[in-house]
């Protein structure tokens, strides 16, 4: 049955409109995203496979759009899915930004994770803060796989000073998933340290993104 057949107050849309976004599931805010479902196949069906094609919403959410890719979601549903994830994206950049200082591990990494973890290539940045570790910019600066001769440091120091940077949280991503830091990442990681030490900017941590949580190099003891 059609959800345009349904009692209107089980319906998602008039859901959302009198009773407000908490009372949906995640499969029935993306069927008001999808608009209408497919035959045989209702919208809200439709949000509960790509939910289960992803593993969750959160692998979705840092998915890029790239892998949406269901029987039934078309171009102009793709493009409103993409469209809600990168807002969603944007809103988590923007909170970051918008609070008082980064106190722990945990507040960098959610979003670091968000800029990198659904990356198929592996990306190396720096997240630029001020001197009371409040965020200015976040800026990705080399592609590939990560190593000494990959990072150049000089590069790094012109994007502090661009920045007018008093601190950094560097970060990479993992594409394969493991969140382990390698030999490569620590050895930058002290290049990076001695190089920005001589322009007077701290290197906080060194966040590496895989599939599951961040794994942060201080927190390790590596840094």
């Not at 988590?92 to 008082?100: K, N």
């Not at 198929?120 to 976040?138: I, K, S, T, W």
């Not at 394969?176 to 322009?199: C, V």
């Amino acid at each position: 049955m059609s959800i345009r057949n349904w009692p209107q107050g089980e319906r998602p849309r008039e859901k959302l409109l009198t009773r407000g976004c908490a009372v949906l599931s995640d499969a029935e805010l993306i069927a008001v995203l999808l608009g209408s479902g497919v035959p045989g196949k209702d919208a809200i069906a439709l949000g509960r496979e790509l939910l289960g094609q992803h593993g969750g919403l959160s692998a979705l959410l840092n998915d890029p759009g790239g892998t949406i890719q269901l029987r039934g979601i078309g171009p102009a549903k793709r493009a409103r899915l993409i469209a809600a994830l990168e807002l969603a994206r944007r809103a988590l950049s923007e909170q970051l930004r918008e609070a008082p200082a980064l106190s722990n591990p945990r507040d960098s990494g959610e979003y670091l994770r968000a800029q990198l973890r659904h990356l198929p290539y592996e990306v190396f940045g720096c997240l630029f803060l001020d001197n009371r570790h409040r965020v200015l910019a976040f800026e990705e600066l080399f592609r590939g796989t990560i190593d000494s001769a990959s990072v150049h440091p000089r590069e790094v120091v012109r994007a502090c000073m661009r920045h007018n940077a008093s601190a950094v949280i560097l970060a990479h991503n993992h594409p394969s998933g493991m969140a382990e830091p390698s030999e490569a990442d620590r050895t930058i990681t002290r290049e990076l340290k001695d190089a920005l030490q001589l322009i007077d900017v701290r290197v906080l941590d060194h966040l590496v993104i895989g599939s599951g949580e961040p794994v942060s190099m201080a927190a390790l003891g590596l840094m």
